[in-house]
């Protein structure tokens, strides 16, 4: 082939996909228009992937100094320490059975997790990852009610995971108050 009818085939070959690129978006528009947008499918329990909502990252910047009912330490029934900040209806926690973290290390006995959700009324829903602090691979989401009377939270349900979560119920540790600041020593002269 020569040069020239190259570039043409070319020319031709372009133009057409501009054609069709041009088309589809056509089409999609006056589809939009008239239907609506189309929403993404959300991935089902079945098909092994998990529904997370993320949008409880953006609750930290709303008002940073809040913290809510839940925010403290708790102790779960499967040895571990929970902390759990809340700020309005978003909750965080990092929870972990290591006892003496070496920094850095990876894989440590037991477990360390985190993780994001929110609280509507006494109903608490989180999805949950384990971190590679611990030596544990779970993940999933969970839903915990909180017993305001009693200071538990107690899980009513698991959503996927590759094992059932140790912490069922998780009691709230009554933290010892801070010690009042000493005052600095006066210099002598």
Sequence with gaps: MTSSRRT?????????????????????????????????????????????????????????ADEGELTGAWAGNDTGTYYIRQVGDCVWWFGTEVMDIAPGATGQRGFANVAS????????????????????????????????????????????????????VLTRIDSPPSPAASPSPSASS
């Design 117 to 168: 959700g929110r609280i509507v009324g006494t109903q608490v829903d989180l999805e949950f990852a384990d971190v590679p602090l611990g030596d544990t691979v779970n993940g999933g989401g969970l839903t915990f009610t909180y017993d305001e009377a009693t200071g538990q939270l107690t899980l009513t349900e698991q959503r996927g995971g590759r094992q059932p979560f140790g912490g069922t």
């Design 8 to 64: 043409a085939t070319l020319a031709v070959v372009l133009l057409f996909l501009a054609v069709v690129v041009v088309g589809c978006a056509t089409t999609l528009e006056r589809s939009q228009a008239e239907n609506g947008p189309s929403p993404s499918p959300a991935p089902s329990p079945g098909d092994g992937m998990a529904v997370t909502d993320l949008s409880a990252i953006g609750c930290a910047r709303d008002d940073p």
